[in-house]
């Protein structure tokens, strides 16, 4: 099992979480907290394998109980925001601090929203346990239904070829640990890099303000994306939390399509959404990257783009938080290079040069 505490001055977002998280034979609510004071008493007596922490909260905000704990008993923390774009400066202040996750706060919905933000907020404490034992993998559990990106983008058709061209087009996935990956390997891409496209498993809302502070340190643009933007050299579009992002063509014009859809390998945005549709539009001039990640979104998806005569690159185990995403593309014989996080950037280059 395992054991989850919850800290959140509200009262409803504490019965929302224990309640969605409850419902997971693997997962146990072993306490609530009020706020950090709460909490600390609370850790005294109990060691929970997970921490789901909010931001703002009386007597001591979560910041300062993330630091407080991380100097004097690290334990994984996933942080909780329900306005991920109004507090970004704070959300990514506690990525450095030490948090491993970012989730959106659960609301009353649709049955299908709240069957959604389930999936999502147990996955999310899975591959937070996992960051504290990642070299162990996790005991096979009941899970619902995951569908793939047939739900999305129909399969390749048999001898299907892509359009003629000599443009490059980077298509990357990440998923746990990204944040911090992407930021790594986006600072070192120079200002006449191939146009790239990015799904990073994120809350609604997050990506606009997670491309914005990387727009502010990196030599390339970096964007949320938009339907129809146009992929460009030199540019960075991040698919949207909560929207599938699919390469498209027309002519010699790449260009994405931003839609909904069903989660997909249990996320949305999905990686194999991308990397098929980067497949099957891409083909030979595409250029796949797999990053840290639990679970195997894109393992598909990157298989097809290798099939279609792309040069994929998975992040290396060591330099990954959770060597989830990228060993699961590699055992479906998807990689072509296995390297460090800080070797990506220049053989991306490499390769989009003698192409």
């Known amino acids: 099992m395992i054991k989850v505490m919850i800290i959140d001055d509200s009262a409803v977002v504490r019965q929302t979480l224990s309640s969605v998280l409850s419902e997971e034979k693997d997962i146990e609510i072993v306490a609530t907290a009020s706020d950090p004071y709460d909490a600390a008493n609370k850790l005294m007596n109990l060691v929970p394998d997970v921490i789901i922490l909010d931001i703002e909260m009386p007597r001591m905000d979560g910041l300062t109980f993330l630091r407080k704990l991380m100097s004097q008993h690290p334990l994984p923390v996933i942080i909780c925001s329900s306005k991920a774009e109004e507090g970004s400066d704070n959300v990514f202040q506690a990525m450095q601090f030490g948090a491993v996750d970012i989730i959106q706060k659960p609301k009353i919905g649709t049955k299908q929203f ?47 070829v892509s359009i003629e061209t000599t443009e490059s087009v980077v298509a990357v996935g990440a998923s746990t640990g990204g944040t911090e990956a992407l930021r790594v390997f986006l600072e070192a891409l120079p200002i006449d890099c191939p146009g790239i496209v990015i799904v990073q498993h994120m809350p609604e809302h997050f990506t606009a303000a997670f491309a914005k502070r990387l727009d502010g340190i990196c030599a390339v643009s970096v964007r949320e994306a938009a339907d129809n933007d146009t992929v460009l050299r030199g540019q960075v579009l991040i698919a949207p939390g909560n929207k599938h992002v699919l390469l498209k063509r027309s002519g010699a014009r790449y260009y994405v399509e931003v839609k909904d859809g069903p989660l997909v390998s249990r ?89």
Do not use: W
């Open 114 to 160: 709240i069957e959604d933000s389930r999936v999502m907020i147990s996955d999310a404490v899975r591959a937070a346990q996992l960051t504290a034992v990642k070299k162990i993998a996790p005991a096979p559990l009941p899970v619902a239904p995951k569908l793939t990106a047939d739900a999305v983008i129909p399969p390749p058709s048999r001898g299907q």
């Open 267 to 355: 996320h949305r945005p999905s990686v194999d959404v991308l990397f098929r549709s980067t497949a099957r539009y891409a083909g030979k001039n595409a250029i796949g990257v797999i990053m840290t990640g639990m679970g195997d979104d894109g393992a598909k998806g990157m298989r097809e783009m290798k099939d279609a005569g792309a040069f994929n690159i998975a992040q290396d185990e060591k330099s990954c938080i959770v060597f989830g995403m990228p060993k699961e593309a590699i055992k479906a014989g998807a990689v072509d290079k296995t390297v460090s996080l800080e070797e990506i950037a220049p053989l991306v280059m490499k390769r989009s040069k003698s192409h």
